[in-house]
């Protein structure tokens, strides 16, 4: 059993982006010479997600209007009243998706579905830098 850990380095506009990580993920996964085994897919920061997603027009739009329906802006956030930020919501939408994702592989492909990519959904008001670490454990 072999384990290696790569880091994918990006910068996100900032609330409502959407990044596909798909492509970037396949490369390392693929560099890496593993056959069989998982990928674990962990964004560090606690105002961003990851998900996989059809990336595709509708659902870039459809994904942000339902956490904003969710997780409205405009209502009152602890965090907010603390740090006077503006990005309480963007906590709380984060958190509410997760930081990470476990994917199998099986001959050194990524086994998601056809139409399933791997996004970073950057939740911050602002622009950020995000590293998105990969664990590839197999052999």
Do not use: C
């Amino acid at each position: 059993m072999k384990i290696l850990t790569r880091t994918i380095f990006l910068r996100s506009k900032g609330e409502g982006d959407i990044i596909d990580i798909t492509p970037e993920t396949s490369k390392i996964l693929s560099q890496s010479k593993l056959k069989d085994g998982i990928v674990t897919i962990f964004v560090s920061g606690s105002t961003a997600a990851l998900t996989t997603i059809e990336y595709e027009p509708g659902l870039r739009q459809d994904f942000p209007n339902m956490l904003s329906r969710i997780v409205p802006e405009n209502i009152e956030y602890q965090h907010e009243n603390m740090w006077h930020d503006g990005n309480g919501h963007s906590h709380v939408k984060a958190s509410l998706i997760g930081p990470s994702l476990t994917i199998p592989f099986n001959d050194g492909t990524l086994m998601l579905g056809i139409w399933q990519q791997i996004v970073i959904l950057e939740m911050d008001i602002n622009k950020r830098e995000r590293n998105v670490i990969l664990q590839i454990i197999g052999e």
